[in-house]
């Protein structure tokens, strides 16, 4: 049986079109998507699986989250940034490769639709 993806309650969908969630992805709370966001999986290597993401998470437009690694809670993941690492709370993260910012309240601001 293949694993379902775990979304904790206050997910938001920022225009919904075009986003990619695994099926193996962990997604915590009040986390946002958006559009163009993609939560996928490596196939091989040592991030081989699906991200587990935190609670207080911004996804921003385009923005690529890949492999077997973790997203802490308040991280701030800009548009078109492609994470393939692990992340500390309270972090804004952005470019290619990732620039990894500790930032008290990263998402405050960003996160819609807490629960």
């Given amino acids: 049986m293949t694993p ?10 920022g225009h919904p079109y075009n986003i990619v969630v695994n099926q193996a992805a962990v997604i915590g709370e009040n986390c946002n998507l958006h559009k163009g966001a993609t939560v996928g999986q490596e196939n091989r290597g040592k991030r081989k699986g699906a991200p587990i993401i935190g609670n207080s998470v911004y996804i921003g437009i385009n923005a690529t989250v890949v492999g ?27 470019e290619n490769p990732c620039i990894i910012k500790h930032k008290e309240n990263a998402t405050e601001g960003y996160v819609n639709n807490k629960v």
């Fill in 4 to 13: 379902l993806t775990k979304i904790g309650k206050g997910l938001y969908i």
């Fill in 68 to 94: 077997k690694i973790n997203i802490g809670d308040d991280v701030m993941i800009a548009p078109n940034t492609f994470v393939n690492c692990d992340v500390p709370s309270h972090s804004a993260v952005f």
